[in-house]
């Protein structure tokens, strides 16, 4: 799904981590992401995966939010600290801390 010129990944998707902390992503978002994505912890328990040019996009939004004080100054900092930026390598996996 595109929107505002970023794709929407959809699904859920069952994977594992292994022994040295790799995560293999969906074949299907390879393509959209690139040879980087964040991962944000959700405070839910899962991992979303997220296009850097989304991330991008929702980080302004967030931003612009914060200046208008629709949301309070401490949201722009949780948005940063519960997100990654990691490189996917050409196995199509990310390495999780």
């Known amino acids: ?6 794709t929407v990944f959809v699904g859920e998707y069952d994977r594992s ?7 293999a992503l969906p074949s299907t978002f390879r393509d959209e ?3 980087r994505c964040y991962v944000t912890r959700d405070p839910v328990g899962f991992l979303a995966v997220t296009s850097v040019a989304r991330f991008q996009a ?3 939004a967030v931003l612009t939010k914060v200046e208008r004080g629709e949301l309070p100054e ?3 900092r949780d948005f940063g600290v519960n997100s990654m930026l990691l490189s996917i390598d050409k196995q199509g996996r990310i390495t999780l801390d």
Request: proline share 0%; no cysteine.
């Open 1 to 6: 799904m595109r929107s505002r010129g970023t």
């Open 17 to 23: 981590v292994d022994g040295n902390g790799r995560l």
């Open 33 to 35: 992401l690139g040879d």
């Open 58 to 60: 929702d980080g302004d």
């Open 74 to 76: 401490s949201a722009a």
